[in-house]
């Protein structure tokens, strides 16, 4: 089945460690997000890729890093600058023209130990 | 991209259509509205979308007014699986690979 796999579904992180989460999607899509979403909130955007080898920062991207070496592949990397990082992370795809319905996966929930 | 306002809570009773309202009094001739769900702990999942017909599909029917201003989406026969978070989302359709905005949208509780 095509769709879009997180992981790990659970993740901690040590003060000052950086932390890399994995988004990967089989759906062909070109353009892929990521996503912070906070209890009881919207969802805010961090980066987003609409091509291999280029992305853009989001609303939230202060200590967040992300590559887009393969088409499939959106890593997220929460780097030791980012001083609140507990929160549930999602990542999303959509088709090139497509971009208002966007594809998500099931998030990663990372705590701070 | 035009603000929406949605109530924060509702409750429905099982078996009986959820309608959930959304204002949108500021958007333009060019823009849709979208709705989404969040069940918890889950990534958001497309529902529907519409530019100034009703629309309807396997999982809900939207309404928009003749001015364009609000909308409802319905959900016919609301079960308990339905228990989400109803986002409404206003955007030029084919615009920017930017995003879309998720608000706090509407917790939708399903009563037994």
């Known amino acids: 089945d095509g769709g879009i796999t997180q992981s790990p579904k659970y993740l901690f992180r040590k003060e000052g460690q950086n932390v890399t989460l994995s988004c990967e999607q089989n759906?062909?899509?070109?353009?892929m997000y990521w996503y912070r979403q906070d209890p009881g909130q919207g969802l805010r955007l961090i980066y987003y890729s609409q091509i291999v080898n280029d992305f853009q920062k989001g609303d939230i991207a202060e200590g967040y890093s992300v590559s887009r070496e393969k088409k499939e592949s959106f890593p997220l990397t929460v780097t030791s600058a980012q001083k609140n990082p507990t929160a549930f992370y999602l990542c999303?795809?959509?088709?090139?023209?497509?971009?208002?319905?966007?594809?998500f996966g099931s998030g990663t929930q990372l705590s701070v130990l | 991209d035009a603000k929406t306002t949605q109530p924060p809570s509702m409750d429905c009773a099982e078996g009986r259509a959820a309608n959930l309202p959304c204002n949108h009094s500021?958007?333009?001739?060019?823009?849709?509205v979208y709705w989404y769900r969040q069940i918890h702990s889950q990534g958001p999942q497309y529902i529907i979308h519409?530019?100034?017909n009703n629309e309807t599909n396997e999982m809900a029917s939207l309404i928009i007014t003749e001015d364009r201003k609000s909308s409802t989406l319905i959900l016919p026969h609301a079960t308990l699986r339905d228990t989400a978070v109803y986002y409404c989302i206003v955007r030029v359709a084919g615009g920017g690979a930017d995003g879309l905005t998720f608000g706090k949208g509407t917790h939708l509780i399903i009563q037994p």
């Open positions: 999303a795809s959509s088709i090139v023209g497509g971009y208002e319905k966007l594809f």
């Open positions: 519409g530019l100034k």
């Open positions: 500021t958007i333009s001739g060019n823009e849709y």
């Open positions: 759906l062909n899509h070109d353009a």
